[in-house]
């Protein structure tokens, strides 16, 4: 088993005390972080997210494997992430209320904050008036995640809210997760959708024209 397959196979174990050391052995091999992020981790939690599905695994099972993943991504930080000087504009980020889905969205906060984005990481389970205030507080983009069916709805709440607060036009709303896709950014009026954190960045800097 080569060493990218066997970090992989330990998050979809939840090992995340076999991960730490495989994830340190493999950069100091020279694998590229990206290749450990792409098919060690995140092809990891896709699995874990059929298991789900076919019934093999329940909650506590993905929980350990979330677990896994982020003590990863934590080692990961400092080699995906590219110092900028000046911060490219202010991003306020959150999961969006009733949803505790973290990875995804730490995972674009921290491409976007290498980018030279300054985040202000508002956590899981945000509610519309928290992405308001921070609007109010000069947020230049909001970036909502959701990672469920029955709280996407929550995104179109989220901007009716910056509407009735009149600060919708001081900000840009882009969108993502993995249920979320442009047919529903267009729908629900967001300025942008992206399908993973790289493209979000590229995604990001487009909507600010930096
Ligand atoms: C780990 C996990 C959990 C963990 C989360 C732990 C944590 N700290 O985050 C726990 C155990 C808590 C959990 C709970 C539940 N989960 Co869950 N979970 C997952 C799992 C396996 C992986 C998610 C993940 O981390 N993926 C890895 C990251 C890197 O990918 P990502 O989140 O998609 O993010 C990428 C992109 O989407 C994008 N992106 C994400 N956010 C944003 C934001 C912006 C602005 C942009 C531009 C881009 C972007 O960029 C990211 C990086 O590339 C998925 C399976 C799956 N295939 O997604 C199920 C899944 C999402 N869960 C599911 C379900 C049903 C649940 C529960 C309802 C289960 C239950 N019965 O209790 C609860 C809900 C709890 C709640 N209220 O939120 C279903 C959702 C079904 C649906 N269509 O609604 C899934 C799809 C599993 C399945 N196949 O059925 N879950």
Redesign the pocket.
């Known amino acids: 088993m080569s060493l990218i397959e066997e970090i992989r196979q330990a998050v979809i174990e939840g090992q995340a005390k076999a991960v730490v050391p495989k994830v340190e052995q493999a950069l100091a091999e020279g694998v590229p972080a990206d290749e450990i992020l792409q098919k060690g981790?995140?092809d990891a939690?896709?699995e874990?997210?059929?298991l789900?599905?076919e019934g093999e695994y329940f909650?506590p099972e993905?929980?350990i494997?979330?677990r896994a993943?982020?003590a990863a991504l934590e080692l990961l930080k400092p080699h995906l992430v590219e110092k900028g000087v000046e911060p490219l504009g202010r991003v306020a980020?959150g999961t969006v209320k009733?949803?505790?889905?973290?990875?995804?969205?730490s995972?674009?906060a921290m491409m976007l904050e290498g980018a030279g984005f300054e985040i202000v990481n508002l956590g899981?389970d945000v509610a519309p008036e928290k992405f308001v205030d921070e609007a109010k507080k000069g947020a230049q983009i909001v970036?909502?995640?959701a990672?469920?069916?029955?709280?996407m709805p929550n995104m179109k709440n989220t901007i009716q809210a910056l509407k009735e607060a009149g600060v919708r036009d001081k900000v840009k709303v882009?969108?993502?997760?993995?249920?979320?896709t442009q047919a529903y950014a267009d729908e629900i009026g967001a300025d942008?959708?992206?399908?993973?954190?790289s493209s979000?960045v590229r995604?990001a800097k487009e909507l600010l024209g930096v």
């Open positions: 981790l995140i939690m896709a874990v997210g059929r789900f599905e909650v993905m929980l494997a979330a993943m982020s980020i009733g949803d505790l889905h973290d990875i995804g969205k995972l674009v899981v970036a909502m995640s990672l469920l069916t029955t709280t882009m969108i993502g997760g993995a249920p979320v942008g959708y992206s399908p993973d954190a979000a995604k």
